[in-house]
């Protein structure tokens, strides 16, 4: 598959979501459910990583899915509020370049 920058992963959200009349649900909403998306993906963590074994019964679902169901939560929140994610994301990288810029030890730094 081709990358996506993050513009083109909001672009295509908007245009899935634009089919339908109701639109993006409320912040509450969407806070809700990525909270949701970000329990599932817990599960499947603990699934993987964990001690918790999965039961016969239960659906296969991935971490790459639960990753990908938060992205496009993601990508509804900040349509719906107007942010443009790569400026977020800008702006995250800059405070930890600045703010954490000592505060982790650098590969390439010498003993």
């Known amino acids: ?7 083109e992963v909001q672009r295509e959200v908007d245009r899935y979501i634009g089919q339908f009349k109701e639109g993006y649900f409320s912040p509450l909403a969407l806070l809700a459910r990525m909270s949701e998306e970000v329990g599932e993906l817990a599960r499947e963590v603990n699934h993987t990583y964990g001690e918790k074994p999965k039961k016969r019964d239960e ?4 971490i790459e899915l639960e990753l990908g169901d938060i992205l496009f939560i993601l990508a ?3 349509n719906s509020l107007g942010i443009d ?9 800059q ?17």
Do not use: G, Q
């Open 85 to 93: 994610l790569t400026e977020a994301h800008d702006k995250v990288m």
């Open 76 to 78: 509804c929140f900040a």
């Open 95 to 111: 405070k930890f370049e600045t703010r954490d810029a000592n505060r982790w030890t650098r590969k390439n730094s010498e003993p």
């Open 59 to 62: 659906a296969d679902n991935s």
């Open 1 to 7: 598959m081709a990358e996506k920058s993050l513009a």
